[in-house]
């Protein structure tokens, strides 16, 4: 399935450093590529793992414009739900204390969803 991507030039649109590991591991060669002000926000009505898979879907669509034929777009979005809400990112290691430190040994749903697009 990988060797599919050698006719690619892939392009991992996160500035994560979990998700460069992930692409490193598969050995997948690849090029960073980081659009600031991608909106990360999404309708009030989506619940869950649909959360993640709508704003990694907008980062998608905001690359596309840009992309050339033989590249191949990856982006990706991850959110924790707990009680029926999104458990939103830390902006600093205190703030994850203070956000995740009460749910500590809780049941949380991680949703991970990556979406690849190609040249329209």
Request: contains cysteine; aromatic residues 8%.
């Amino acid at each position: 399935m990988l060797d599919n991507l050698e006719k690619y030039k892939v392009i991992l649109a996160s500035g994560s450093p979990r998700r460069r590991e992930l692409m490193a591991g598969l050995g997948v060669n690849y090029e960073v590529r980081i659009l600031p002000d991608v909106d990360e926000s999404y309708p009030d009505t989506l619940q869950g793992e649909e959360i993640p898979l709508y704003i990694a879907k907008e980062k998608a669509d905001a690359y596309i414009p840009m992309m050339q034929p033989d590249e191949l777009i990856i982006t990706a979005d991850t959110i924790v739900w707990l009680d029926g809400k999104v458990l939103g990112k830390p902006r600093d290691r205190e703030d994850a204390y203070a956000k995740h430190l009460p749910y500590h040994g809780v049941c949380q749903e991680p949703y991970h969803p990556a979406i690849q697009s190609y040249p329209p």
